[in-house]
T-cell receptor, first 111, second 117 residues
Framework: GESVGLHLPTLSVQEGDNSIINCAYS??????FIWYKQESGKGPQFIID?????DKRQGQRVTVLLNKTVKHLSLQIAATQPGDSAVYFC??????????FGAGTILRVKS | GAVVSQHPSRVICKSGTSVKIECRSL??????MFWYRQFPKQSLMLMAT?????????EQGVEKDKFLINHASLTLSTLTVTSAHPEDSSFYIC?????????????FGPGTRLTVL
């Protein structure tokens, strides 16, 4: 990550490299987590989820890691492609079936 | 599967008019839908939870008389922005929770860009 403060953190990676996007969540009692990808002008798109009884889950080119001890969630994208450029949000299960979203991370893929 | 649609995708209206946005779950039933608002380069802000057959639950600071929500069926929720003003210009996104899912996975619509002149 690079930029902080008033702007969303930005992660710039070279095409073909692996990306790791991190998220700190707030509620130690949260039992379910989701990663979403949002492209410009579109709604968030479901990528992968994980329950709190797991610490790792793999999808196609994506892996989510959950560390409950430090309340940390990460999304790993293998062989990052230009089409992966987007804003990535983590979300945790909140009260009343609400989702609590993180601030988001911009992923920029350089060709 | 798990497709959520929104209509319209983009609307421009004059100040003082009302605008209705529809959110539909196309291939699953959703007793609960959610309405969010998103400003540029920011995260999603939950406005309200829409419950099928009952009143919506609004988040603190969201005026229920200004943002009217109706969830008349298991696949449709509507958000009406009443007497819209330029400060209501934003990106409005709905999500639907799959009633048949064991987890609280929400699927999002493509969003509606509202511009109030």
């Amino acid at each position: 990550g690079e930029s902080v403060g008033l702007h969303l953190p930005t992660l710039s990676v070279q095409e073909g490299d692996n990306s790791i996007i991190n998220c700190a969540y707030s509620n130690s009692a949260s039992d379910y987590f989701i990663w979403y990808k949002q492209e410009s002008g579109k709604g968030p798109q479901f990528i992968i989820d994980i329950r709190s009884n797991m610490d790792k889950r793999q999808g196609q080119r994506v892996t989510v890691l959950l560390n409950k001890t430090v309340k940390h969630l990460s999304l790993q994208i293998a062989a990052t492609q230009p089409g992966d450029s987007a804003v990535y949000f983590c979300a945790e299960n909140g009260d009343g079936n609400k989702l609590v979203f993180g601030a988001g991370t911009i992923l920029r893929v350089k060709s | 599967g798990a497709v959520v649609s929104q209509h319209p995708s983009r609307v421009i209206c004059k100040s003082g008019t009302s605008v209705k946005i529809e959110c539909r779950s196309l291939d699953f039933q959703a007793t609960t839908m959610f309405w969010y608002r998103q400003f540029p380069k920011q995260s999603l802000m939950l406005m309200a939870t829409s419950n099928e057959g009952s009143k919506a639950t609004y988040e603190q600071g969201v005026e229920k008389d200004k943002f009217l929500i109706n969830h008349a069926s298991l696949t449709l929720s509507t958000l009406t922005v009443t007497s819209a003003h330029p400060e209501d210009s934003s990106f409005y996104i709905c999500s639907a929770r799959d009633s048949g899912a064991a987890v609280n996975v929400q699927f999002f619509g493509p969003g509606t860009r509202l511009t109030v002149l």
